[in-house]
T-cell receptor
Framework: GNSVTQMEGPVTLSEEAFLTINCTYTATGYPSLFWYVQYPGEGLQLLLKATKADDKGSNKGFEATYRKETTSFHLEKGSVQVSDSAVYFCALKFGANNLFFGTGTRLTVIP | EAEVAQSPRYKITEKSQAVAFWCDPISGHATLYWYRQILGQGPELLVQFQDESVVDDSQLPKDRFSAERLKGVDSTLKIQPAELGDSAMYLC????????????FGPGTRLTVT
């Protein structure tokens, strides 16, 4: 079956530190991959996505590359800010079918 | 900016009682989703509507959960009777035409069953 495994949190970083949140997936075939972010008190928002192998999704300084050979889609940011504190979810999807989410990783950035 | 609206934001109910949640998707969005997010886990799809029709309710516990979208606009998710294990965040999302489009999520309803 389909599944997404995320790096367990919580993750606490100082402002301007480098961020990596690991995500690997198990799927039959080649899904589209997503990162969603959930800020406190808000709904999930799409952060970035990639639809095929070697695609790089990017947004707001975050990046993730679809690696077919390692079935991974790790989220990175070169310099985090306090405003990046949130819960990050990795997810996969086949076509018009529903999203499969990972368990989420809570990030706290301290000044 | 258009948003998905949900109410109530918080609900506390006793087990065996009935509870209902409401969702108003972004205007014009044909596809509507209900997800359940148990604390510490990712959201899991309960039901997906295309206009007023259910297209996927394979994970909906139909003995106690029901969902409707009578006019193809807003939707109601009901639990009767509620059980302690139903305590979770219930998220609604919508997308423009189909499951191929980006999903926009509401803020959720946090349910606590005592």
């Amino acid at each position: 079956g389909n599944s997404v495994t995320q790096m367990e949190g919580p993750v606490t970083l100082s402002e301007e530190a480098f961020l990596t949140i690991n995500c690997t997936y198990t799927a039959t075939g080649y899904p589209s991959l997503f990162w969603y972010v959930q800020y406190p008190g808000e709904g999930l928002q799409l952060l970035l996505k990639a639809t095929k192998a070697d695609d790089k999704g990017s947004n707001k300084g975050f990046e993730a590359t679809y690696r077919k050979e390692t079935t991974s889609f790790h989220l990175e940011k070169g310099s985090v800010q306090v405003s990046d504190s949130a819960v990050y979810f990795c997810a996969l999807k086949f076509g018009a079918n529903n999203l499969f989410f990972g368990t989420g990783t809570r990030l706290t950035v301290i000044p | 900016e258009a948003e998905v609206a949900q109410s109530p934001r918080y609900k506390i109910t006793e087990k065996s009682q009935a509870v209902a949640f409401w969702c108003d998707p972004i205007s014009g969005h044909a596809t509507l989703y209900w997800y359940r997010q148990i604390l510490g886990q990712g959201p899991e799809l309960l039901v997906q509507f295309q206009d007023e029709s259910v297209v996927d309710d394979s994970q909906l516990p139909k003995d106690r959960f029901s969902a409707e979208r009578l006019k193809g606009v807003d939707s109601t998710l009901k639990i009767q009777p509620a059980e302690l294990g139903d305590s979770a965040m219930y998220l609604c999302a919508s997308s423009l035409l189909s499951g191929l489009d980006e999903q926009y999520f509401g803020p959720g309803t946090r349910l606590t069953v005592t």
